[in-house]
């Protein structure tokens, strides 16, 4: 759905949302396990599309979203259940590389669907081939070479961009090598690609690394290939500073998807129970950083929110 006469000879210029504000999901994982009881494996939403009852599942997950968008005559960027779904996943979730490889091109294939549900409906639907850290979203671990990145995430790249996603992007990246290897890989699959920092209660990187340098060393690397950055699993105290502080960089953000809880990752990962915070004020906070940042377009969630979440800033922000 994405309007033909955007195209140029840089991919990112097909993104409709580059130009207007697009809603897209919440924290997935954390809504299906603590608010609808569905069992996820390692955290791993793919593994659903698996049967009917989750790709069931996965699609009124969607749907809702959808519907807010409707109401709201935004776009929306629609993220594939592939965040843990690259190769090293397949043994842990008990599957085979082929079967893994399905089950990326069926999240696809099950979001185009969608849009042709929706399609009449809405300005734009946006489909986003959705790449995870290759370990833990709060944690760098081993950091690979950038060699290694763009090797590693090349295969499920390939897969995501020929089963017909418009854009890839790489969620809750910790360390920039990572960050690197995913845009270099989206470069040779001539796909556009979003990336989205995971920052700590300071605004840096897990790896300690600023925000404003962890952007411009992707920039540097690949001659500015990403459309746009993102700023996800953090709540925005913990990056508005950051943020006021200026410079060019800021420019490149194009995206929130925050957390519902002020909480650190290490409290976070703690807890038995889930932090929804509260939406209406993440929503106002939403709503201040759009008054400062009109350019940030792409508006949701991560871990602890919900639907009620999203609503909530769609109408603060639009």
Not at 301 to 310: P, W
Request: aromatic share 6%; charged share 20%; net charge negative.
């Amino acid at each position: 759905m994405i309007n033909s006469r955007r195209e140029s000879a840089m991919p990112q210029a097909r993104l409709p949302q580059l130009q207007s504000i697009f809603l897209t999901d919440a924290g997935l994982e954390t809504d299906l396990i603590f608010n609808h009881g569905i069992d996820l494996p390692h955290f791993a939403s793919i593994a659903l599309l698996a049967s009917a009852s989750g790709t069931s599942a996965l699609e009124n997950y969607f749907r809702d979203f959808l519907d807010l968008a409707v109401r709201k005559n935004c776009g929306i960027v629609l993220e594939s259940a592939t965040w843990r779904a690259s190769p090293d996943w397949a043994e842990p979730l008990g599957l085979t590389g082929p079967e893994l490889d399905s089950l990326n091109q069926a999240a696809i294939i099950m979001l185009q669907r969608l849009r042709e549900e929706y399609r009449a409906a809405l300005p734009a639907i946006v489909i986003s081939g959705c790449i995870g850290p290759r370990g833990d979203g709060y944690d760098p671990g081993r950091i690979m070479t950038v060699d290694e990145a763009q090797t590693y995430h090349t295969h499920q790249t390939g897969r995501l961009v020929a089963a017909g996603a418009d854009q890839v992007s790489g969620i809750t990246m910790t360390n920039v090598p990572e960050a690197i290897g995913i845009a270099l890989a989206a470069r040779a699959a001539q796909s556009p690609v979003a990336l989205s920092f995971t920052v700590e209660n300071d605004g840096r990187l897990p790896t300690g690394q600023s925000l404003a340098s962890a952007i411009a060393a992707v920039d540097a690397a690949t001659e500015a290939y990403p459309a746009y950055y993102m700023i996800n699993c953090a709540h925005p105290t913990h990056f508005d500073a950051v943020l006021a502080s200026g410079g060019d960089w800021v420019g490149r953000i194009g995206g929130l998807r925050a957390n519902a809880s002020r909480c650190s990752h290490a409290e976070l990962d703690a807890m038995q129970d889930l932090d929804k915070g509260n939406a209406i004020e993440l929503a106002a906070d939403y709503g201040r950083l759009r008054e400062r940042f009109p350019h940030i377009n792409v508006l949701g969630g991560c871990c602890g929110t919900d639907l009620s979440h999203v609503a909530a800033i769609a109408e603060a922000c639009i």
